[in-house]
C-alpha cells in the first residue's frame, strides 16, 4: 500500500536475531492522530498479527510492499522519555532483541489489559475530628490502625490500606460499613500525586561527612550533568539520611529520582522511611505488587504525579519525564543483576540512563563491589563519599570468631558453640534480642546414606534434596518433593540420615537449647505470603520475639535497635562456593550482618562461627576492614584475569538430551575459537564443562566462559559465533543464554 506521508517504524515483538529490526507500516486514516512513536500497535506478520512498538517515522530504502497496521493497542504511548534509546543499548550491550527490552521495560503495563477504574479510600470526615472516632475506637486498635494509615495516605487501595496498617482487609470493610471511610473511583490518570515534600517530623541533624556528601551530592544534580558517587558508608552510619537529602535536592531542581534497594524485604522500612519525608510524592515498585497495584504506580510515575521513586531492580525502568537522580543502596548486591531471560544489570542500566538525561548516580555500601571500588580509585570515574563513623559516634560491634574445629574436638557436634549459647542466654537474661544467621533454607543441606555415600538428589536437577520439618525433601530450584526413603535407594541401608543444617534445623535446635525464648524465623519458606516480611520485621521491631533466625535476606539494611548479638552459624557456607565472588560475598555477608547489631542505644556484639578462621574475608571482617579484604583479593583477581581487571562472558547451553548437548558445546567452542584467532588473542575460551548445576528442570546445562580485556570486543565475538550457530540450525540443537559479565557462575 502506497500513503503520501511517511510511513510508522515498527519493532515487531519477537525474540529471534533476524527479524530484530525495523518494518515500515502504512498509518490507516483512522489511526493517523494516534499511531505516536513509543505507541504498541497490531500490526500483520507473515500469516500472524503481532504487537509491534512505534519507534519513528520515515520511508523503507527500496520499493517494498508495505502493509497496513491492524489495530492500536494502548491509547498512549508506552515508551517515553530516554527508555526507547534504553531498550536500544539493553540489546547491544545484553544481546537480546530490541522488542525484548522493550517488554521487560513496560512490564508494569503489559501486566494490565485495559484500562481500569480504581477504587480509593478516604476518611469521611475531617483531619481536625481524629481523635474524637479514635477516642470512639478504643476497643478496635485495628480500626484505629486503618484511619491512622488513611489519613496518612492520599487514598489507598483496600488491599494497600489494610497492608499498610498490618491488618485483614476486612477491618477495612468494616471502617467503610461504618461510614468512617469512603470509597472513590478514580481512572489511573486521576490517582493521587500531590502531597507535600515535606515531612512530618524533624528531620536529624547531619554529621560532618554526612553534611560534605549531602553537599557534593547536591551540587551536581544542580549542575544538571552526569556524575557518578561511590558513597562507602560502614554500617549504621546514616547513608539513608544522605539519600532523602539528596531526594530533596533533585526536586528542588524539577528534576525526578529513583532509589534502588536489593530486596523486597527491605521495601517496608523504606517506603515508611520515604513517605514520612515525600509523602504522597512517592511511587512504589516491585514484583510483590498485584498487576493492578503496579500500573497505577508506573501511571503516577509516567504522569510526573509521583517524582520520588523507590523499588527493586526493575524499578530503574520507571518511566520518569525527567530523571535526576539514580540511587542504588546496597550496590554491591548480586540481585540487581537479573538471572534470567534478559540478564541485564540495573546498576549498569541507571548508569546509562543518567549519562542519556544529565542525572547523578549514587552508589551506596558499606562493602562496595570492588568494580565499584576500582572505578572510585584515583583518577576512575565514580568520586568517592566517605562515611567512616556510625551516626552518634556509636562504636561498630565487636566481632568475636569462634572455630568450629576446637569445638568439635572438645567434643561439642551441636549447632551452637558453647561462646555462642552462653551469649545468647546472657541476652535472654537482659531482655535483648538477638540474630542468628544461617545462608541455608530447610532443615538440613543434604540426605545421605552413611553406608554407601549416596547423596539423595532431585531427579529432575542436579542438586542435592533439603530436608524440610514437614518430612518432605525439596528441591530449591524446581521444587521437586518427595517422601524421606526408610532405606537407602542404591544399597537399602537403614543408614540414611540428613546432615547440615538450615534455617529450620536451627529454628528447632534453638527452641530445645533455649527453653522459653521467643523465635522467630525469616527466609523464603516462611515469607511466600504477600507481606509476610513486613509483619515479621515489624513484629520483632516491636519486641514481640528474642530470637530472630534468617537468611540472607535479614543480613542488610534492616535496622533493628534492639539487637544486641548476631550469631553467624556458619560462615563457610558461602566460601568454598565453586565461584569466583565466593571470598567477596562471604565478607560482604559477614560485614553487612554484623552491621544489625549495635544500632541503638545499647552495644552490639557479633560471634562468627566456622571452619576456616584463618581466610582474609573472616579476619578482615572481623575486624570491620574492608580495605584491607581489597588488598587481599585484588592481587587475586588481578592474576587470575577475573573481573575487576577483565570482563566474562557465560554461553550456557540446556538440552534434555546430554549427547547431543555436548556436541553442541563443542561445536560453539570450535566457533568461538576461530573467532578469537580473527580477532585478539587476548580474548580466553575456557571450556565447555558441565555447569555447577548440571541439570535443572529436566535440562542438562553446560557452558563456556569467555574472558577478555574490553567489553565492546567481547560482545562483538560473542554476537559472530551466535550468528555462525544460527546458521546451523537444527543440525546444532542446544538452547543458548548468554549472561555478559555474570555476578557468578553457578
Known amino acids: ?50 504487537a509491534g512498538y512505534v519507534v519513528g517515522f520515515g520511508f523503507p530504502e527500496r520499493d517494498v510492499k508495505v502493509r497496513e497496521i491492524a489495530g492500536i493497542i494502548d491509547e498512549e504511548p508506552v515508551l517515553t522519555g530516554d527508555l526507547p534509546e534504553i531498550a536500544r543499548w539493553m540489546a547491544e550491550s545484553y544481546l537480546c532483541s530490541t522488542a525484548e527490552a522493550f517488554g521487560r521495560i513496560i512490564a508494569p503495563r503489559l501486566a494490565v489489559k485495559a484500562t481500569r477504574e480504581v477504587k480509593l479510600l478516604r476518611p469521611a470526615f475531617p483531619d481536625d475530628k481524629l481523635q474524637e472516632v479514635l477516642s470512639g475506637l478504643k476497643h478496635a486498635p485495628k480500626q484505629a490502625a486503618v484511619l491512622r494509615e488513611a489519613l496518612r495516605g492520599a487514598g489507598l487501595t483496600r488491599k494497600e490500606l489494610a497492608a499498610a496498617a498490618q491488618t485483614s482487609p476486612a477491618t477495612v470493610d468494616a471502617l467503610v460499613k461504618a461510614g468512617l471511610l469512603e470509597a472513590k473511583a478514580v481512572p489511573p490518570s486521576g490517582l493521587p500525586g500531590g502531597g507535600s515534600a515535606a515531612g512530618s517530623g524533624m528531620m536529624p541533624l547531619l554529621n560532618p561527612d554526612q553534611d560534605k556528601a549531602v553537599k557534593e551530592i547536591a551540587q551536581a544534580v544542580a549542575g544538571g550533568g552526569f556524575g557518578a558517587f561511590l558513597l562507602y558508608g560502614v554500617t549504621g552510619s546514616g547513608k539513608t539520611e544522605v539519600y532523602l537529602r539528596a531526594i530533596a535536592s533533585a526536586l528542588a531542581a524539577g528534576r525526578q529520582a529513583v532509589t534502588l534497594v536489593p530486596e523486597i524485604s527491605l521495601t517496608p522500612q523504606m517506603i515508611g522511611l520515604f513517605r514520612e519525608r515525600f509523602g504522597a510524592l512517592v511511587a512504589v515498585l516491585h514484583s510483590a505488587l498485584a498487576p493492578g497495584e503496579r500500573y497505577r504506580e508506573w501511571r503516577r510515575i509516567k504522569e510526573g504525579q509521583a517524582p520520588v521513586v523507590l523499588g527493586t531492580r526493575s524499578a530503574v525502568f520507571a518511566p520518569m519525564p525527567g530523571p535526576g537522580l539514580f540511587i542504588i543502596d546496597e550496590e554491591h548486591e548480586p540481585t540487581y543483576k537479573q538471572d534470567d531471560h534478559i540478564r541485564y544489570h540495573a546498576r549498569e542500566v541507571a548508569l546509562k540512563r543518567a549519562q542519556l538525561a544529565g542525572a547523578v548516580v549514587v552508589l551506596g555500601s558499606a562493602t562496595p563491589s570492588l568494580e565499584s571500588w576500582l572505578r572510585a580509585g584515583r583518577g576512575g570515574p565514580y568520586r568517592l563519599l566517605r562515611l567512616p563513623h556510625r551516626v552518634d559516634e556509636r562504636p561498630l560491634p565487636k566481632v568475636c570468631v569462634v572455630d568450629l574445629r576446637q569445638e568439635m574436638k572438645e567434643g561439642n557436634r551441636g549447632i551452637f558453640s558453647r561462646a555462642l549459647t552462653s551469649a545468647v542466654f546472657e541476652r535472654l537474661g537482659k531482655g535483648e534480642q538477638t540474630l542468628l544467621f544461617l545462608n541455608r533454607r530447610g532443615y538440613s543441606t543434604i540426605v545421605m546414606c552413611r553406608e554407601c555415600g549416596l547423596v539423595l ?7 542435592s534434596l533439603s530436608y524440610h520439618l514437614d518430612g518432605l525433601l525439596r528441591c530449591h530450584y524446581c521444587n521437586y518433593t518427595t517422601d524421606l526413603p526408610g532405606l537407602c535407594p542404591r544399597c537399602a541401608s537403614r543408614y540414611i540420615r540428613h546432615f547440615g543444617a538450615g534455617t529450620q534445623r536451627v529454628e528447632e535446635e534453638a527452641r530445645r537449647t533455649f527453653p522459653g525464648a521467643r523465635i522467630m524465623r525469616m527466609d523464603s519458606d516462611s515469607t511466600s505470603r504477600k507481606g509476610s516480611h513486613e509483619r515479621i520485621f515489624s513484629a520483632f521491631r516491636q519486641g514481640e520475639a528474642d530470637i530472630l533466625i534468617g537468611t540472607q535476606m535479614i543480613a542488610k539494611g534492616l535496622d533493628l535497635p534492639g539487637i544486641t548479638l548476631v550469631g553467624v552459624i556458619n560462615a563457610d557456607t558461602t566460601l568454598h562456593m565453586p565461584d569466583f565472588r565466593a571470598a567477596e560475598r562471604t565478607f560482604q555477608l559477614l560485614t553487612q550482618v554484623a552491621g544489625r547489631t549495635g544500632r541503638g542505644e545499647l552495644h552490639g556484639e557479633v560471634l562468627v562461627q566456622t571452619y576456616c578462621p584463618e581466610h582474609y574475608s573472616i579476619t578482615t571482617a572481623s575486624i570491620h576492614d574492608c580495605e584491607g579484604f581489597y588488598r587481599s583479593e585484588m592481587p587475586v583477581r588481578r592474576a587470575l584475569g577475573y573481573p575487576p581487571y577483565s570482563h566474562l562472558a557465560r554461553l550456557l547451553f540446556t538440552h534434555d538430551d546430554e549427547e547431543e548437548l555436548k556436541k553442541g558445546a563443542g561445536l560453539a567452542k570450535e566457533i568461538l575459537d576461530k573467532i578469537v584467532t580473527e580477532h585478539d588473542d587476548l580474548i580466553d575460551v575456557l571450556g565447555p564443562a558441565p555447569a555447577p548445576l548440571s541439570k535443572i528442570k529436566g535440562r542438562f546445562r553446560w557452558q ?11 560482545r562483538d565475538v560473542i554476537k559472530e559465533s551466535l550468528e555462525e550457530l544460527q546458521k546451523l540450525r537444527p543440525a546444532f540443537k542446544p538452547a543458548i543464554n548468554v549472561d555478559i559479565n555474570p555476578q557468578g557462575i553457578l
Open 457 to 463: 538428589k532431585c531427579v529432575r536437577c542436579d542438586i
Open 704 to 714: 563456556l566462559v569467555v574472558k577478555g580485556p574490553r567489553r565492546g570486543l567481547l
Open 1 to 50: 500500500m502506497k500513503q503520501n506521508g511517511p510511513y510508522a517504524e515498527i519493532i515487531v515483538d519477537l525474540t529471534a536475531r533476524r527479524t530484530d529490526r525495523v518494518f515500515h507500516y502504512a498509518v490507516p486514516a483512522d489511526l493517523k492522530d494516534r499511531v505516536k512513536p513509543g505507541s504498541r500497535v497490531l500490526v500483520p506478520f507473515g500469516g500472524r498479527r503481532l
